[in-house]
């Protein structure tokens, strides 16, 4: 007789005589665990649901109280069912926005840069999502999901706004969102997904940030940057675009705004590879390594192409920036 | 060759108490393909070298705890780890009401996070330190000094008390006929104790008629009459046994964890970025090098054959974790370390009703230190310019530790 177990996202089998952190270990799930005598509390966990035996776990170890509030010894608790955990120390799931499934009507499709287009897709309901999340667009005839970034400010909810780039030979750009998308088509879309959004305003205190998009991982950016300067106007930000040339770049009308609007806000686009009079050459992350002495207690914000997001983290790093603080979201390829 | 054959091991009379200090791995390493059970003439004593005959030993009803000579010449009479019966449960009954993990989740994060910071902040904005006498072991006894009541004793003074004690400790080299082959070596720790004693003494006397809430002061009154308190000549070993061990380990374990995680730059990078990872770096950082690395001893109370070695009764066997978490039988690769190697359970906290009772404390002691120390200094590099030694047998970690990051 074996019983499911699951922690954190992925599941094992664990014999009803057998100790859950056995089971865990053996199927390569790690968990924090020393003694495995039951006597020094290092793989006490939450038993979210389901039951368990706490077999010979000690009361010093593991008092009444806590066996109530539903903990428990890894290595001396079996399993009576199939029971699920929580490592000790990980908060409870944060109460997410609900995912939904919708059918959106296409309400512009616009031309804003080389390769580039702003998408905007019209909801019947209000859309619940937090600032730099994305949706998922359902690519007709094929079957296949693409995820594309919302550019939106959470009160921006019924009309989404999405920046594509045309991905030669791609399901959903080439063959697709560049190639026949018209204003009034239908689309079947998910969302919304991702954790990369700014924590609650309760706990945003305001700190300096910097933000850095490759292409169009500008989109979360706009929605995020905006946000940030709602809550705290004096903030610190400073916004860089890469992209490879000027005939890549967009949105400058509106992002040069905030800079007159709000007192601490620095815009700087950067051009890779066709330098052009008036911009900075070279990569963003390198930019920002040149212009930013120490991050120190800022929070980094980095969306776009994988190696980019990559480079991101190793430059804010360099800057002393706590990793902890360094949000990511990467344009992965669907079949990477 | 038959069963009952033993294999040759003159090879061991040849092994020297420094080349055991220098690096104890090769010679145990033959001990376990040899003979997991073998006496050690250096030693003066049988060793457990193999996972499996430590863990059979440490948790066998035929065998009880004893304290080895050097162990007892330096901590005298009754430490905890080599009492056993009432005495033991006693001292345990004292000990562990401040190491509860429900008692430690209480205090942990506000005892250590400050001074872990306290520390950083004296040398992050240098672009250079050397980790081991600027972070691990100030956190490591600043930690436990305050959870003790040693608040006005200096962090190098506790220190200075534990690297003299662990060197008289393991003092452990044996002349043929059973002497100490080396008695000016217990001298350090005689006048450490001294030095010890000259300071807590006056403590003592304070927490007699004004108890407090630090460790030791419970552990002079709790559980006794009214009126009345422990006597101090029976919880000084102890305090010894503090005073070395639980002052020093969780530095070595800290320090060699970040060796550990130097040695594979991508997996350092992954822990940096992502602090949960930090407990399981730190579970192979101390099963790689394991700070207790052969401290510990146990004693038949009958003839027993253990490993095909029959034992008379009242035969000392020291418990060699270090080895033990090195055995091939067990890990594939033992001397890399290696994040995602296979989690099995490892002995660096030995095992049986000995293990080590500060395991919970000092996993997050340690935790604790290495998150703010990636926090504050994400571009940690190691300064290659700078090598790295690590020393001892008893008690194993490197001795320094350069690193180097751009400011
Ligand atoms: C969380 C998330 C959010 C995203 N948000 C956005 C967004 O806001 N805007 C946006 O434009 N894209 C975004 N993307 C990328 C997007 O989902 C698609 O992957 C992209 O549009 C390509 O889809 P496709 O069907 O056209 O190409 P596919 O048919 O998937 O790819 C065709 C070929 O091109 C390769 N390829 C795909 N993308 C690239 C690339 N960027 N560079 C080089 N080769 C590539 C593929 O490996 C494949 O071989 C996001 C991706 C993720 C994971
Ligand atoms: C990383 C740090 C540490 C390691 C690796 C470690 C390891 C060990 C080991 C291997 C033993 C011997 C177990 C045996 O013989 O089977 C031991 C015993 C002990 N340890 Fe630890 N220890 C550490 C830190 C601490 C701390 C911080 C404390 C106290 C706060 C502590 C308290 C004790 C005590 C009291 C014993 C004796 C237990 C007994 O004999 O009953 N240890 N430790
Ligand atoms: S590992 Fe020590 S109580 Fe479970």
Redesign the pocket.
Known sequence: MTFAVTVGGRSVECGEDQALLDACLRAGVWMPNSCNQGTCGTCKLHVVAGEVDHGSSPVETLSDEERCAGMALACQARPRGDVELRPQGTSAARTANPLRDMVATVREVSDIARDTRRILLGLNEPLTFDAGQYVELVVPGSGERRQYSLANTADEDKVLELHVKLVPGGVATHGWLFDGLAEGDRVDISGPLGDFHLPPESEDDGGPMVLIGGGTGLAPLVGIVRTALRRHPEREVVLYHGVRGEEELYDGDRLTELTEQYPNVRFVPVLSHEPADGYREGFPTDAFVEDVPSARGWTGWLCGPPAMVEAGVKAFKRRRMAPRNIHREKFTPADA | MTTTERPDLSWLDEVTMADLERNPYATYERLRAEAPLAYVPVLGSYVASTEEVCREI?TSPDFE?VITPAGGRTFGHP?????NGDV?AD??TM?EP??QPAEVDRWIDDLVRPIARRYLEQFESDGQAELVAQFCEPV?VRS?GD?LGLQDVESDKLREWFAKLNRSFTNAEMTADGEFANPEGFVEGDEAKAEIRSIVDPLIDKWIEHPDDS?ISHWLHDGMPPGQTRDREYIYP?IY??LL??????G???ASTLVGLFSRPEQLEEVVDDPTLVPRA?AEG?RWT???WS????ISTKPVTVAGVDLPEGTPVM?S?GSANHDTGRYEAPTTYDLHRPPLPH?????????????Y???H??RIALEELFEAIPNLERDTREGVEFWGWGFRGPTSLHVTWEV
């Not at chain 2, 430490?79 to 009492?83: D, E, M, R």
């Open positions: 440490a705890a430490a905890v780890i080599g009492v033991h001292l345990r000990i401040a190491l490591s436990l959870l460790a102890t046994v503090y061990g639980a002052m020093q380990e969780p070595h374990g800290m730190i101390v394991s700070p207790i401290a510990t001893a146990r418990m974790y002995l660096a906290f030995g095992a049986g009703n000995h293990a080590c009772a500060g395991i404390f000092a996993n002691t340690m």
